[in-house]
Every structure is written in structure tokens, then in C-alpha cells.
């Protein structure tokens, strides 16, 4: 296989800079192409040893959550609601029938400030907080937690009949949920350290509402807690630390890598190995290799609808080469081959060949020079986890391109 004229992952991955580098290959000599990389806000991610870190602002965010390789982590600007999302001793916190006993264990950032929750053995344990939240909008409530005995129904409740989730945190899996939960999800982060957490949509009134975390019933109940977070949207991000007051993680934006001599115009293949966040703001995400403009572009859309969509030179019914229902979220690897003609152009998902829309026609290109996690303009960014993104400056072939995209 031809080596790629771009390579973003898996071969290397450039940090702890402000420009995120890619890499163009020569024979055996890799040269760095750089990308404009930005977040105006600090931001955590998982490393290597499986350790919460936080990254300072504008720095990349290479996660290695589930991936031994790593993947760029890109997320929508986040906040966290809750006033205190690690001292549970606060006095914000509500405490029913337990003590709370402070830096008592390491927490998932490798420091010694998770808390220990002890019941008095009387009944239902909870620590809650209110917040208030809004009729007809969609939250994700979350919390760090490990056990000490074995716990089979820890919840996370949002009192008044609203609805509660509950886990198994002995199989470490979800046992039910109720009432406005919709959703819920149980992630192992290593040490003992599971992250529950829950999506819900208010259907009752505006107003403040109770959210806990506790236990039904269990007599001598002892678990650690870290890390609550209570944020607008259908999906969890990654953690966001509040002392005190609320606290926004900014949007990541990845663009601009590459330039007018990397790229061929005539023909290549655009490819991409990655996953996306579930998406709640009603807008369209693109990736893109273009001039800046849309008429010369290749562009693949992660559609708010739940729809991939492939366009080449705009985003009419004329430039579409594919469209399929997918889950956005489930990891993709994805292969478009472009061209002068429309038989030239090729389109892969994970091994499979996909058949190209009967009323495209290809759309002749020139001056590329930028790939972007984005729209030819600004404001349209993908979000989620990019394992691999590479281009290469001529076509593959069907065995090739089957290899490339095969999970």
C-alpha cells in the first residue's frame, strides 16, 4: 500500500503543544505536519497508565480510555454544575444517615482525595445537592464511585419521582432505570474506580430538584465516592473539577493541517478511523479536506439526524456520493476515493464497499490545502474520538481499501 501523504495517530502521536502534529512519509523519513489545535480551558483526559490528567489550555487531549494507542479526544464546550464535585464534606451536600471522611482513598486522578462514605446501618444512604433544572432539557448526571463491600444497587436518584438509575457494582452493570431517566451507563477506569452515569429529560416543572447518590437498604454500607457531575446534554464528557462554583471546559477545535503542496487535486483517499459523540444541539458535524471553500472539498457529516453522509464540492443532492443510517457513536473506519469522474470515487465503512448515490456527479477540484476536524468554516466541529485520520495522494485499491477500512 502507498504510504500517506498525512497521517494523524497511530504512528505518532505530538502532545504537550500547541500545535498538533501529523505526519507526511517520504521513503523512510517521516516529516511533521502541523495542525492548528485549540481550547481556550483546561481539560482531563486518561494517559497512559490509566490516570486522570488534566491538560492545560490549547494543549491536545490524546485519551487512552479503552484504546492502548490513544485517540484524540475532542468534546463541545461542557459545565459542571455542581458546586463541589469532590468535597462531599461541603456543607451543599446533603448527608442521609452517613459520615463522610475526606481524602481517605487515591482517586481516579492518582491523588488522595476521594471521600469514604460510611451509613449508620438505619436505612437508604444518600449525599444529594439541588440544582435547578429546566422543563423539556436533557442532563447527564455522573459520579465516580468504588466499593468496599459488595454492592449490588448503587443509584443515582433525582428525588421528588423524578426517576432513578441504578448499578450493579459488583458485575458492573446497569440494573434499571426509572421515571425520566432515558438512559444509563457503568465505565470501568481502573483501581476499582467505575463512573455511573445517567441521562434524563425533565418532564416535570422548572424548579430545583434534588440529584443523589446512595444506597437502598444496606446495613454497615461503606464505598468511595469522587468526581459528581451534573452537565446540560445526552452524553458524558470527560470530568470537569468545581470548587466552588460552576466551571466550563471550552470547545476543542482541531483544523488547518496540511497545505497547497501536500495535497493532490486530481485524485487520493480520505481516511478516518474514529467514533462521535451523541449529538444534542440540532447540528450537522463535518470533517473535511477543501480549499477553504465548499465547492472544492471532500467532506464526510456526521448528521444531528443519525445519518453519514459523503459529499464531494458542496453539499447539494448532486454532490452527495453516500448516505446510511448509523450509529455515530460506534467506531468507524471510513475510505472515500476521489477522482476526476464519478467512477473514480470509492466509498468503504468498515470493510464493506458502499455503493455510491445514483445522482452524484463528480466535482473537479483544485488548491486543497487544509484538513479540519470542522466545516469549511467555523462553528461546525466534529466531536468525539479520533483514533487515525490519513489522506493519500493517489487511488488504492479495492483490496487496499477493504484493509484499511476492515475493524
Not at 445526552?234 to 495535497?263: H, M, W
Not at 468554516?377 to 485520520?389: S, T
Request: net charge negative; aromatic share 10%; glycine share 10%.
Amino acid at each position: 500500500m502507498a504510504n500517506p501523504i498525512l497521517n494523524l495517530g497511530n504512528n505518532e502521536w505530538a502532545t504537550k503543544s500547541e500545535s498538533l502534529l501529523g505526519y507526511s512519509k517520504s521513503g523512510s523519513n517521516f516529516k511533521p505536519v502541523p495542525f492548528t489545535h485549540s481550547r481556550a480551558s483546561i481539560g482531563t483526559t486518561i494517559d497512559r497508565n490509566g490516570v486522570l490528567q488534566t491538560e492545560a489550555g490549547n494543549i491536545p487531549r490524546i485519551d487512552f480510555k479503552d484504546n492502548i494507542k490513544g485517540s484524540l479526544l475532542l468534546e463541545p464546550q461542557s459545565t459542571n454544575l455542581q458546586l463541589y464535585s469532590e468535597d462531599f464534606s461541603n456543607s451543599v451536600w446533603t448527608k442521609s444517615r452517613i459520615t463522610i471522611t475526606n481524602n481517605d482513598t487515591i482517586s481516579p486522578n492518582g491523588e488522595l482525595t476521594a471521600a469514604k462514605v460510611t451509613g449508620d446501618g438505619t436505612g437508604t444512604t444518600y449525599v444529594y445537592d439541588g440544582h435547578t433544572l429546566t422543563n423539556g432539557v436533557t442532563y447527564t448526571i455522573s459520579i465516580f464511585v468504588k466499593k468496599i463491600i459488595n454492592i449490588s444497587s448503587f443509584a443515582i436518584n433525582v428525588f421528588g419521582g423524578v426517576g432513578t438509575a441504578y448499578f450493579n457494582l459488583v458485575d458492573k452493570t446497569v440494573n434499571s432505570i426509572t421515571g425520566d431517566f432515558t438512559s444509563a451507563k457503568i465505565e470501568d477506569y481502573g483501581n476499582g474506580w467505575l463512573r455511573c452515569s445517567g441521562i434524563l429529560t425533565l418532564s416535570s416543572s422548572t424548579g430545583m430538584k434534588n440529584v443523589g447518590y446512595g444506597l437502598f437498604n444496606y446495613n454497615g454500607d461503606q464505598y468511595y465516592i469522587w468526581g459528581a457531575q451534573v452537565k446540560q446534554g445526552g452524553y458524558p464528557t470527560s470530568y470537569i473539577q468545581t470548587e466552588g462554583s460552576t466551571v466550563t471546559r471550552l470547545k476543542d477545535e482541531c483544523k488547518n493541517g496540511g497545505n497547497a503542496d501536500l495535497f493532490n487535486d486530481s485524485e487520493g483517499v480520505v481516511f478516518l478511523d474514529l467514533q462521535g459523540l451523541a449529538d444534542v444541539d440540532a447540528t450537522n458535524r463535518y470533517i473535511t479536506l477543501s480549499d477553504g471553500t465548499a465547492t472544492n472539498s471532500i467532506m464526510i457529516q456526521y448528521r444531528n439526524s443519525g445519518d453519514l453522509r459523503l459529499y464531494n464540492g458542496g453539499t447539494g443532492s448532486a454532490n452527495l456520493i453516500l448516505s446510511i443510517a448509523a450509529d455515530l457513536t460506534e467506531r468507524k473506519k471510513i475510505a472515500i476515493q476521489y477522482g476526476t469522474t464519478a467512477n473514480n470515487y470509492k466509498a468503504y465503512i468498515n470493510g464493506a464497499s458502499q455503493t455510491i448515490s445514483g445522482s452524484f456527479s463528480a466535482t473537479s477540484m483544485s488548491g486543497l490545502d487544509r484538513f479540519r476536524f470542522d466545516y469549511v468554516v467555523d462553528n461546525l466541529e466534529f466531536f468525539g474520538k479520533v483514533h487515525q485520520a490519513m489522506v493519500f495522494n493517489e487511488a488504492l485499491s479495492d483490496s487496499e481499501l477493504q484493509t484499511l477500512t476492515t475493524l
